[in-house]
């Protein structure tokens, strides 16, 4: 919620006084304005600095602002604070705003909080909004005194008021954090809308968001897509993104993988990892674009290098496979260890099996237990599936049944077929607890649902023997009939001898 803009904004000429006359005042404010909108202020300076001489507020402002980023000349946030202290104590609004900017962020000065809110506020009660905005973020962040969000609240409602879709955004935003309000999703849709309005780029994409879930307002797909593609216009790499996975789910558009990786790869150019490493799955799996290993880890470099810690693990799965690369455990289990580090649970899954398996490092069950486990907590299935095994077998030591039992539960919550299928298994043995044949079944038919072809398999014996289930042939063969169309050559014989 920071605004941090010490730059030439639209002003408009402050009243004439000064030593010169009224002419050559507005010769020269006009001057410094026209060469200034058209970037040449090597020209400008002096007709701005002149105006300022002559005690124009606007060519003080100008004048700090040439010296304060560097235009023409080199950086001097020393002269850039003189000119703003001219310029504010001729009454310019934005002089005193950018003035606030130098010593809230300690530019070229000490940072001094209660100076930046005294300058703030004069600015803000000239009506500049920016300056209403960022006195908002003094109490809203606590910066030199107590946080008051209601005060926060009070001045970033004013900045929306006059017009500045960052302060929309941030009173919208305050409305969702339910930071000193009551949480009110509908008033916040109403703020983002209007930050929206005003090219406020995250007003977008939040706004987008909010229609898209049905937060507040009606879920409204196309609604959402709307505000997402204005949110990607604005540059804003997480609309791009939302638009991508809309494009992947349907949701208010055709299905469109092409799309969906066009939009992943704006989301990329824009600096949101999350788009580089969706873009990079598309060409590993070959969806929607050619199958390509050496563009797919271009992306995950790419989304690596944004902090994007699942980039990273997929960089770590394709050295581990030799996919696009030669195979290297060595450098797989770097790029696992980075996207671990950055709690990217693939990353702490794909080291904890070359910990099990010894890829790489020697084999230490205890470390791949920890790994697998911060896996599963990062609510990554294939973690708490192999935790299952490892437990189950007694790969560290002894079997334990219950923890077995307890992570085969967790992993087929997160919908992995194999630990639904094994958890099915042990309540139909009765491995470590009393057999429970219906729990057997509920587990073997998710598991069958999400296309595990032995679970498939398991269900049609259960309904073609004297399992203690009542026989059912007909139920019987649509499994086997399932995992044949799977590809388990039993579940073909299986389901040719229940038909004979």
């Given amino acids: 919620m920071k605004i941090r803009l010490l730059g030439l904004a639209a002003a408009c000429l402050t009243a004439l006084s000064g030593c ?54 080199n950086q001097d946030y020393l002269q850039a604070k003189k000119y703003m202290e001219k310029a504010c104590d001729l009454n310019n609004s934005q ?46 962040y606590g910066k030199g005194r107590n946080v008051d969000y209601t005060e926060a609240g009070n001045y970033f409602k004013k900045s929306c008021e006059l017009n500045f879709g960052g302060g929309c955004f941030n009173y919208g935003k305050m409305y969702i954090d339910a930071a000193g309000v009551n949480q009110d999703l509908k008033q916040s849709a109403v703020y983002l809308e209007k930050a929206c309005d005003m090219n406020n780029a995250a007003g ?37 993104y939302a638009l991508a996975n809309s494009f992947i789910q349907a949701a208010g558009v055709e299905q469109d993988y092409g799309k969906a990786v066009y939009y992943n790869d704006l989301a990329c150019s824009l600096n949101f990892g999350q788009g580089c490493t969706g873009a ?40 581990y496979e030799g996919k696009g690369v030669s195979k290297d455990f060595n450098k797989a289990n770097i790029y696992f260890e980075k996207g671990c580090n950055m709690d990217a649970g693939f990353g702490c899954f794909g080291l904890g099996i070359s910990y099990e398996n010894g890829n790489g490092v020697d084999q230490d069950y205890a470390k791949a237990i920890q790994l697998h486990d911060k896996a599963c ?13 490892i437990y189950l077998n007694g790969d ?23 630990s639904c299928n094994n958890l099915g298994v042990m309540y139909l043995n009765g491995t470590g607890f009393k057999a429970d044949l219906g729990k057997a079944v509920n587990y073997m038919d998710k598991a069958c649902s999400m296309n595990n072809d032995v679970a498939c398999v398991n269900l049609g014996l259960i309904y073609s023997e004297d399992s203690g289930m009542e026989k059912d042939p007909a139920k ?3 499994y086997f009939d399932r995992a044949c169309k799977l590809g388990n050559e039993k579940g073909c014989d299986l389901a040719g001898e229940i038909k004979e």
């Fill in 280 to 319: 990079g799955r598309f060409f590993e799996e070959g969806v929607g674009v050619e199958r390509d290993y050496i563009s797919a880890g271009n992306y995950y470099n790419s989304a690596c290098a944004l902090n994007n810690g699942e980039g990273c693990a997929y960089i770590g799965e394709l050295y």
């Fill in 476 to 478: 019987a063969g649509e």
């Fill in 204 to 240: 977008c994409f939040i706004a987008g968001r909010q229609y898209f879930e049905g937060a507040g307002v009606q879920q409204d797909y196309s609604l959402a897509n709307q505000f997402f593609e204005k949110a990607c216009n604005l540059k804003e790499g997480e609309g791009c």
């Fill in 20 to 73: 010169g006359t009224e002419d050559e005042v507005a010769e020269n404010v006009r001057q410094c304005e026209v060469l200034a909108e058209a970037d040449n202020y090597a020209e400008a300076f002096s007709f701005c600095r002149r105006a300022c001489d002559l005690k124009d507020g606007y060519g003080c402002l100008v004048t700090g602002i040439i010296y304060g980023a560097g235009y023409g000349m």
């Fill in 377 to 389: 907590d990062l609510n990554e299935g294939r973690g708490c599936h192999n935790l299952g095994n």
């Fill in 396 to 418: 560290a030591g002894t079997p334990d049944y219950a923890k077995a039992s307890q992570y085969f539960s967790r992993a087929c919550d997160l919908n992995n077929e194999l």
């Fill in 95 to 140: 002089g005193c705003y950018n003035l606030g900017v130098i010593y809230d962020d300690g530019m070229g000065v000490k940072q001094d909080y209660q100076q930046a809110e005294t300058l703030y506020r004069k600015a803000c009660d000239g009506k500049d909004a920016l300056a209403c905005n960022n006195l908002g973020n003094i109490f809203y």
